[in-house]
C-alpha cells in the first residue's frame, strides 16, 4: 500500500478512535442535580399581625450556597455532609427570604395599608439540615430574630425560634422534612411577632 492510500485509512481510524472517547467520556458525567424548593405554602395562619414589617435575612456562609445538608450526631458531630445528586433552587437564606414574606403578608389583613413599615424585622437563619441519630433523622431549622425600631431605636430579640421534624432518611426526607420545619420555626416567628406587638402598645399606634 503506498503513501498515498495509507492517509484515508489513517484518518479513519483517527475519527473512529476520537469518537468512540467521545462516547466514553459522556457516558462518564454525572447526571444533573435534582433542585428542590420548599414545597407548598402552608394554610394562613391564624394570627394577625398589625403591621409586617420590613424584613432582612442573614445567615452563615455555609447556608449561602444550594447544597442539601446533613449531620451525624454522636459519631461526627462536627461535620456537615451534603447529598451529591439534590440541591435547593435557591440558597437557604433566599428561600426563607421568600417564605416568611408570603407568610407576614398573609398575615396581614390591611395589607393595602398605606401607612409605610416603622419597624424592621431581621431575621438569621442559624441552622438547616437533617440530623441523623442512629438510623432516624430529624430535619432541623433554627432562627432569630430582632425587631427594631429605628426611630425609637427601641428594638426586641426573640427567643431560639426552632423548628424540629421527624424525616425519611436520605435526600427526599430531607427535602421535605427542611420545608415542614421551615414553616414550623417560621409560624413561631410569627406567634413571637404578634405578642410582641400587642405586648408593647405602641407598635399599634401610629408615630406622632
Known amino acids: 500500500m503506498t503513501?498515498?492510500?495509507?492517509?484515508?485509512?489513517?484518518?479513519l481510524l483517527l475519527a473512529l478512535l476520537l469518537s468512540g472517547c467521545t462516547g466514553w467520556l459522556q457516558?462518564?458525567?454525572?447526571?444533573p442535580q435534582t433542585p428542590?424548593?420548599?414545597g407548598w405554602l402552608p394554610p394562613p395562619s391564624a394570627i394577625e399581625l398589625r403591621e409586617v414589617p420590613l424584613l432582612a435575612v442573614d445567615a452563615p456562609p455555609w447556608l449561602n450556597d444550594l447544597a442539601v445538608r446533613y449531620r451525624q450526631s454522636g459519631t461526627d458531630e462536627t461535620a456537615l455532609h451534603s447529598y451529591?445528586?439534590?440541591?435547593?433552587?435557591a440558597a437557604p437564606r433566599e428561600l426563607l427570604l421568600?417564605?416568611?414574606?408570603q407568610t407576614l403578608l398573609a398575615a396581614h389583613p390591611a395589607a393595602a395599608d398605606p401607612q409605610s413599615p416603622r419597624y424592621r424585622l431581621e431575621v438569621r437563619l442559624l441552622?438547616?439540615?437533617?440530623?441523623?441519630?442512629?438510623?432516624?433523622?430529624?430535619?432541623?431549622v433554627a432562627l432569630q430574630a430582632v425587631l427594631k425600631e429605628p426611630r425609637g431605636r427601641r428594638q426586641w430579640a426573640s427567643p431560639l425560634l426552632e423548628g424540629r421534624v421527624a424525616s425519611a432518611t436520605g435526600p427526599a426526607g430531607a427535602v421535605r422534612g427542611?420545608?415542614?420545619a421551615t414553616d414550623q420555626a417560621i409560624g413561631r416567628l410569627l406567634a413571637w411577632l404578634g405578642e410582641t406587638q400587642l405586648r408593647h402598645a405602641a407598635l399599634a399606634e401610629p408615630s406622632p
Open 127 to 140: 441552622r438547616f439540615e437533617q440530623e441523623y441519630t442512629g438510623p432516624s433523622a430529624t430535619a432541623v
Open 36 to 38: 428542590h424548593d420548599l
Open 27 to 31: 457516558g462518564q458525567r454525572p447526571p
Open 98 to 101: 421568600d417564605r416568611l414574606q
Open 3 to 11: 503513501a498515498h492510500h495509507r492517509h484515508p485509512a489513517l484518518i
Open 178 to 180: 427542611l420545608g415542614q
Open 84 to 89: 451529591p445528586d439534590d440541591q435547593w433552587l
